[in-house]
């Protein structure tokens, strides 16, 4: 069972940033290879987004992405409200058009 | 593990560093049409899901695709 408290916080989160990236690490220091790499990916677009580093509460996160979004592993990226993926499929997606698409941006 | 949740998958995985912990899982299912990546996704984490729990898998990376394509 998820902390209520803290569900509600990320919901909040989620809500507030159109693109949103639960990663370990920050974007300018990450400490995990899978969120280096959506960190890149994101840094080859023209888009602004919401980092969390779950680093520091990551099994209490872990619990409320789990009810949330049915996803346990980290980095996360949530577009307009919705789980997109982890690092596969940001990467997978960024290779097809379909993640500019889904971001809004022209590359 | 994958093929026996996901009757008529087809899957190859790449042990991808040699210790067998990290895991490079592509499955191609007939499960997947209609559903969104992230969906294709579920399926197959929720098919290996044990072997995390019990420490045997720590890494999976996972590409998925339609039977075919």
New interface residues.
């Given amino acids: 069972m998820a902390d209520a408290a803290l569900k509600q916080q990320v919901e909040e989160l989620i809500a507030a940033n159109p693109v949103l990236l639960f990663m370990k690490g920050t974007p300018e220091m990450p400490r995990c290879g899978f969120s280096m790499r959506v960190v890149q990916v994101l840094g080859t677009m023209d888009v602004e987004y919401g980092a969390v580093d779950v680093l520091p509460a990551l099994q209490p996160l872990r619990e409320v992405t789990t009810e949330i979004s049915d996803w346990q592993t980290f980095p996360q990226l949530y577009v307009n409200g919705e789980l997109l993926g982890g690092a596969d499929i940001v990467e997978e997606m960024f290779d097809s058009g379909e993640l500019a698409e889904a971001l809004g941006v022209s590359l | 593990m994958i093929e026996a949740a996901l009757p008529g998958a087809v899957v190859e995985v790449v042990d991808e560093t040699g210790s067998g912990d990290h895991l490079r899982a592509t499955v191609a299912a007939p499960q997947f049409a209609g559903l969104s990546?992230?969906d294709q996704?579920?399926l197959v984490?929720a098919a290996v899901r044990e072997r995390?729990d019990d420490g045997a898998v720590h890494a999976l990376?996972?590409?998925t695709e339609l039977p075919g394509s």
Avoid: A, E, W, Y
Wanted: avoid cysteine; glycine fraction near 0%; hydrophobic fraction near 35%.
């Fill in positions: 990546r992230i996704h579920r984490k995390f990376s996972v590409k």
